[in-house]
């Protein structure tokens, strides 16, 4: 298979066939990301993509595996019903790439109904209306949006690239076409000191959309990040490990519409999900838990321990 460099993807992909699509980033300036550092924007060509599905079908259908499972009672492996495209954003491709790349899938598996991948809120605004719905005719769905947060100055700071305005005007333009997506918010990203005003501003953006998932991960700085130079350089202060669990109580309190919260990343040092607005209270009491029991020098530990997400 051509995979290049650590291949990241959502924990709810597991059983998703992946497929490398891009490799890279086409941003490749948020200050707080290393994960695509050293790693120039590639695409694909479609017979790499080819040749990796034709290994990945050879691998389903081998003899073995299919003697293996049934002198194990097993049910002969079955195809997958989903893909997912690898690569910081491949959404940024062109709408007639994409298509290529769902034919190609369907052509080696029948059985998947459905593909997601990471996508950029500028990725969504380079298609046309006409060219979502073609794409979630041909499968995609579920995509997942690193927004991070609503909170505009944090955007700016971050640069993101977009501002909170153009996430709502975007992601309406998802729902509009019927393509669901996930949006991951980054708990801590406005610095010490700004983490309700953090979680209060992206509460109210998100209850403006329709994400199917809301996931939290926790902003862990490595020293190769633009944002580590500006903590040397004082110009942004990080926040503590007790305060990012609060400021997740308070978007946790605020989120009022129907959708999964979830905290399932490395970057939590706990971890736990829950649907709103119904598990509410119990998501807020094992907040709370942690709050009281936990020290800030036990969280910082496990931070600092991380040697990558």
């Known amino acids: ?33 290393t994960l695509y550092s050293g790693l120039p924007f590639r695409v694909s060509p479609p017979e790499e993509i080819e040749a990796d599905l ?11 595996g299919k003697l293996s499972a049934a002198l194990q009672g097993l049910p002969a492996p079955a195809g997958p019903g989903r893909a997912f495209l690898t690569g910081a954003n491949p ?15 369907g ?18 605004g380079l298609k046309t209306d006409r060219e979502l719905e073609q794409l979630r005719a041909a499968g995609y769905d579920g995509l997942t949006i690193g927004v991070e947060t609503g909170h505009g100055p944090s ?28 949006l991951f918010y980054l708990t801590g990203i406005a610095g010490a000191g700004r983490g309700e005003e953090n979680a209060r501003a992206s509460a109210e953006l998100f209850n403006q959309l329709h994400p199917r998932l809301i996931g939290s991960s926790m902003l862990t700085i490595y020293p190769d990040s633009r944002l580590y130079q500006e903590i040397q350089a004082g110009a942004w202060t990080e926040a503590g490990e007790l305060e990012k669990f609060q400021e997740l109580k308070t978007l946790v309190s605020r989120l009022d519409i129907p959708v999964t919260f979830a905290a399932l990343g490395a970057s939590n040092a706990y971890q736990f999900h829950g649907e709103l607005p119904r598990g509410r209270e119990a998501l807020l009491a094992a907040l709370d838990g942690i709050i009281r029991r936990e020290s800030e020098e036990r969280l910082r530990s496990y931070r600092a321990a991380l040697p990558h997400l």
């Not at 034709?54 to 073995?64: D, G, K, R, Y």
């Not at 052509?107 to 996508?119: I, L, N």
């Not at 975007?170 to 669901?180: E, K, P, T």
């Open 1 to 33: 298979m051509h995979f290049t460099g650590t291949i990241w993807r959502p924990p709810y992909e597991a059983a998703s066939l992946l497929i490398q699509v891009t490799a890279g980033c086409t941003h490749h300036r948020c200050k707080f990301c």
């Open 54 to 64: 034709l290994e990945a079908q050879t691998a389903l259908h081998s003899p073995m």
């Open 91 to 105: 959404f940024v491709l062109k709408t007639e790439r994409l298509l290529e790349t769902a034919r190609l899938i």
């Open 107 to 124: 052509q080696y598996f029948p059985s998947v109904e459905t593909a997601g991948c990471f996508a950029r809120v500028t990725d969504v």
């Open 155 to 182: 955007l700016a700071f971050m640069d993101k690239g977009y501002a909170p305005e153009d996430i709502v005007t975007q992601c309406r333009r998802l729902d509009r076409a019927g393509i669901g997506y996930h």
